[in-house]
């Protein structure tokens, strides 16, 4: 149930410009990151990857204390077929 993905973003640094689309750019994918690289002059400077914690939709929904799901709505960046498949019905 719990594990942790690579994140890719881009993150202000003092005395670097910083636009607040780059705020829009963040996914699990490095190559769609990488993508705006000619788009943004100080790319390498700006550039992060952070682990974060992630959870399996069967033990999110157990740790949400709901007792019935009517709809689920999801942005997974592809993934939403794998989170369905996953799901204890």
Request: charged share 20%.
């Amino acid at each position: 149930g719990v594990g942790s993905l690579p994140f890719h973003y881009l993150k202000p640094v003092p005395g670097e410009p910083f636009l607040e689309m780059y705020n829009l750019w963040g996914s699990f994918s490095r190559q769609h990151l990488e993508n705006f690289r000619n788009h943004v002059p100080n790319f390498d400077a700006l550039f992060c990857i952070e682990e974060v914690p992630c959870r399996t939709i069967n033990t999110l929904y157990q740790e949400s204390g709901f007792d019935k799901l009517d709809v689920l709505a999801t942005d997974t960046e592809g993934y939403d077929g794998k989170i369905i498949d996953s799901i204890n019905f």
